[in-house]
């Protein structure tokens, strides 16, 4: 052990008092901006938002790196003393014995510790590897709940009351309208007779994401069947705000939290009560995922990590390459069962990929940053992950070791990976079309196209579109998840095929025209997209345009004229301007 004599008694005191007032001074920060996003969506400030949105995703690791700049000025960090650390943490866990977000307060805590310390300390003796308080029975001073006893008849007066204290500087378009509508999609949708008592019960905080606000809660009937609820509220710039949608099942809802959506701004004291609520809404979500929805990344990253190391105890499965086709780019493994895959840089590309690992790494910013619209996986980026070498299957070790050499060391019965991604699993695209029936080929080869033709007129060229690139989530939704050759629809030059010249040009191997780097040809899509006849038929009938250049070069002209379609996160027909054939 090194010893820091020059430090003080009290030095773990006055230490964990100044890593506090630093978490505090953070989340201030991410209060403030999801304070703002109300602000934005009232004032229909959009660009603003994204901005805000961006800005929000990286400021947690700013403020982490400035906080530690700060710290070193006061107390040595070249030395480190085992003793005045073990006794850093337990002043800081009495410090947080009585904390509104004690949680995120240790994960502030670990970020600082392993910014300041080399990962030979990243035990539990120092940081947080496994949670000190329990968020369960937090004391709140404010519940995060309202919560409305009423009948049917009732029903009516209490959504008036609730939306008019939301207290909006835009008016409404037409608040009585849309609370009748709103009240007749309850009784419809939940099956209510007039005189049923029920709860209502609503989280007081508003969601906030890109155009959009929502109102969360659950109806709990008096046979205590509860059913989730969420309202959708949109905002015209012309004739103000409206109710769009109201959704009251688990899987549309689940789709509108789904990790391919980017995440919400609330403002919140207790975001672990707010993710326990939302987990008993939607108990196929894990936390690790709902924080990250709720914009606390970082801490559903903690949480992640942590569900990791307690499965790898706790399994007697092996570590093995991910089912399907292998990638260029990645090599992906999991644990058979484990619901998330582990994705690093192979060292080299296989022609004809060319992009640099550092480019791979760009796509991933790129991706994170941008609007997803429930077609891009999120992603978990980790550094210095110890795997127990007994874990990983010998196939999957000896993979490691010759793709991605260079990004592993093995440290005593420790294989250490120095950077890769977690990703939610998904059953990979091809190996789904293969073993659908009819009925399901159809929906998903459907759901394929969708998927292609909303990113790209949300501004994504996917760039490599085969089937394998895309997976397939719980809800039957495709989701696009290899990023070494996405980039923005601007990039690219659509062009048609020019007519051969005779019939040998036909017969040639390679073609009879010049093909520049940027170049595309969506007519060649229905060539490598399918293997199967019966696939390319339901395409083309349903997305027969995708094969036409002249389609994505308006979808080029679109978007360079600012006309970028947005898409909701639930179906057309659950919109309150299609149920009642009116628009809005």
Same mark, same amino acid.
């Given at each position: 052990?090194?010893?820091?004599?020059?430090?003080?008694?009290?030095?773990?005191?006055?230490?964990?008092?100044?890593?506090?007032?630093?978490?505090?001074?953070?989340?201030?920060?991410?209060?403030?901006?999801?304070?703002?996003?109300?602000?934005?969506?009232?004032?229909?400030?959009?660009?603003?938002?994204?901005?805000?949105?961006?800005?929000?995703?990286?400021?947690?690791?700013?403020?982490?790196?400035?906080?530690?700049?700060?710290?070193?000025?006061?107390?040595?960090?070249?030395?480190?003393?085992?003793?005045?650390?073990?006794?850093?943490?337990?002043?800081?866990?009495?410090?947080? $014995?009585? &904390?509104?977000?004690?949680?995120?307060? *240790?994960?502030?805590?670990? @970020? +600082? #510790?392993?910014? !300041?310390?080399?990962?030979?300390?990243?035990?539990?003796?120092?940081?947080?590897?496994?949670?000190?308080?329990?968020?369960?029975?937090?004391?709140?001073?404010?519940?995060?709940?309202? $919560?409305? &006893?009423?009948?049917?008849?009732?029903? *009516?007066?209490?959504?008036? @009351? +609730? #939306?008019?204290? !939301?207290?909006?500087?835009?008016?409404?378009?037409?608040?009585?309208?849309?609370?009748?509508?709103?009240?007749?999609?309850?009784?419809?949708?939940?099956?209510?007779?007039?005189?049923?008592?029920?709860?209502?019960?609503?989280?007081?905080?508003?969601?906030?994401?890109?155009?959009?606000?929502?109102?969360?809660?659950?109806?709990?009937?008096?046979?205590?069947?509860?059913?989730?609820?969420?309202?959708?509220?949109?905002?015209?710039?012309?004739?103000?705000?409206?109710?769009?949608?109201?959704?009251?099942?688990?899987?549309?809802?689940?789709?509108?939290?789904?990790?391919?959506?980017?995440?919400?701004?609330?403002?919140?004291?207790?975001?672990?009560?707010?993710?326990?609520?939302?987990?008993?809404?939607?108990?196929?979500?894990?936390?690790?995922?709902?924080?990250?929805?709720?914009?606390?990344?970082?801490?559903?990253?903690?949480?992640?990590?942590?569900?990791?190391?307690?499965?790898?105890?706790?399994?007697?499965?092996?570590?093995?390459?991910?089912?399907?086709?292998?990638?260029?780019?990645?090599?992906?493994?999991?644990?058979?069962?484990?619901?998330?895959?582990?994705?690093?840089?192979?060292?080299?590309?296989?022609?004809?990929?060319?992009?640099?690992?550092?480019?791979?790494?760009?796509?991933?910013?790129?991706?994170?940053?941008?609007?997803?619209?429930?077609?891009?996986?999120?992603?978990?980026?980790?550094?210095?992950?110890?795997?127990?070498?007994?874990?990983?299957?010998?196939?999957?070790?000896?993979?490691?070791?010759?793709?991605?050499?260079?990004?592993?060391?093995?440290?005593?019965?420790?294989?250490?990976?120095?950077?890769?991604?977690?990703?939610?699993?998904?059953?990979?695209?091809?190996?789904?079309?293969?073993?659908?029936?009819?009925?399901?080929?159809?929906?998903?080869?459907?759901?394929?196209?969708?998927?292609?033709?909303?990113?790209?007129?949300?501004?994504?060229?996917?760039?490599?579109?085969?089937?394998?690139?895309?997976?397939?989530?719980?809800?039957?939704?495709?989701?696009?998840?290899?990023?070494?050759?996405?980039?923005?629809?601007?990039?690219?030059?659509?062009?048609?095929?020019?007519?051969?010249?005779?019939?040998?040009?036909?017969?040639?191997?390679?073609?009879?025209?010049?093909?520049?780097?940027?170049?595309?040809?969506?007519?060649?899509?229905?060539?490598?997209?399918?293997?199967?006849?019966?696939?390319?038929?339901?395409?083309?009938?349903?997305?027969?345009?995708?094969?036409?250049?002249?389609?994505?070069?308006?979808?080029?002209?679109?978007?360079?004229?600012?006309?970028?379609?947005?898409?909701?996160?639930?179906?057309?027909?659950?919109?309150?301007?299609?149920?009642?054939?009116?628009?809005?």
């Amino acid at each position: 052990m090194m010893e820091m004599s020059t430090q003080s008694s009290n030095l773990p005191e006055s230490t964990s008092k100044k890593i506090l007032v630093g978490f505090e001074r953070h989340y201030c920060v991410f209060q403030q901006a999801s304070v703002q996003a109300k602000s934005r969506f009232d004032r229909c400030e959009w660009r603003q938002l994204l901005d805000d949105y961006r800005a929000r995703l990286y400021f947690y690791d700013k403020q982490v790196k400035q906080f530690c700049l700060e710290l070193k000025k006061e107390i040595n960090t070249d030395m480190f003393d085992e003793q005045v650390w073990i006794n850093t943490k337990l002043a800081y866990i009495n410090l947080t $014995s009585n &904390y509104k977000q004690p949680e995120l307060a *240790e994960t502030f805590y670990n @970020s +600082v #510790f392993c910014l !300041l310390f080399d990962k030979r300390f990243y035990n539990n003796n120092f940081i947080f590897v496994k949670p000190s308080i329990s968020t369960t029975f937090i004391d709140m001073d404010d519940p995060i709940i309202n $919560s409305h &006893y009423i009948k049917t008849h009732q029903l *009516e007066q209490t959504l008036q @009351s +609730v #939306f008019t204290e !939301l207290n909006f500087v835009t008016p409404y378009q037409d608040l009585t309208r849309d609370v009748l509508r709103l009240k007749e999609q309850f009784v419809k949708q939940l099956n209510l007779s007039e005189d049923e008592e029920f709860e209502l019960q609503l989280v007081k905080s508003t969601f906030f994401r890109r155009k959009a606000a929502y109102i969360v809660g659950e109806v709990v009937l008096k046979n205590n069947q509860v059913r989730p609820v969420l309202i959708v509220l949109l905002n015209d710039e012309k004739t103000g705000i409206y109710i769009d949608a109201l959704l009251t099942d688990v899987d549309n809802i689940s789709i509108v939290f789904s990790f391919s959506r980017s995440y919400f701004f609330i403002d919140t004291d207790y975001p672990a009560a707010v993710v326990d609520f939302l987990k008993t809404l939607l108990p196929g979500k894990t936390k690790a995922e709902l924080y990250s929805s709720i914009g606390l990344h970082k801490h559903g990253k903690t949480l992640l990590y942590r569900r990791f190391l307690k499965y790898s105890r706790s399994t007697g499965e092996k570590l093995i390459l991910a089912p399907g086709i292998k990638g260029m780019v990645m090599t992906v493994f999991t644990f058979p069962m484990f619901p998330y895959v582990f994705k690093v840089i192979n060292d080299n590309f296989a022609p004809p990929k060319t992009a640099t690992k550092q480019q791979v790494k760009d796509k991933y910013f790129f991706v994170k940053n941008h609007c997803k619209v429930g077609r891009l996986a999120d992603t978990w980026e980790f550094s210095n992950v110890a795997f127990p070498i007994r874990d990983l299957n010998q196939d999957l070790l000896n993979e490691l070791k010759t793709k991605v050499g260079s990004n592993v060391t093995i440290e005593g019965d420790l294989l250490i990976i120095k950077h890769l991604y977690m990703e939610n699993k998904m059953i990979p695209l091809n190996l789904y079309m293969k073993n659908a029936n009819d009925a399901d080929l159809k929906h998903i080869v459907n759901d394929y196209g969708r998927a292609i033709d909303e990113l790209i007129n949300a501004d994504i060229f996917p760039g490599d579109m085969l089937t394998k690139n895309f997976g397939v989530t719980r809800q039957n939704r495709v989701v696009f998840y290899d990023y070494d050759e996405i980039t923005t629809m601007d990039q690219p030059v659509f062009r048609k095929i020019p007519a051969a010249r005779h019939e040998e040009d036909e017969m040639a191997a390679e073609p009879w025209y010049y093909v520049g780097p940027e170049d595309v040809f969506p007519e060649e899509f229905k060539l490598f997209m399918f293997s199967q006849n019966d696939s390319k038929q339901i395409f083309a009938k349903s997305y027969e345009k995708l094969l036409s250049a002249d389609y994505w070069k308006s979808v080029q002209d679109n978007i360079k004229n600012g006309k970028i379609i947005d898409y909701y996160p639930y179906r057309q027909r659950y919109r309150m301007s299609q149920i009642y054939s009116q628009p809005l």
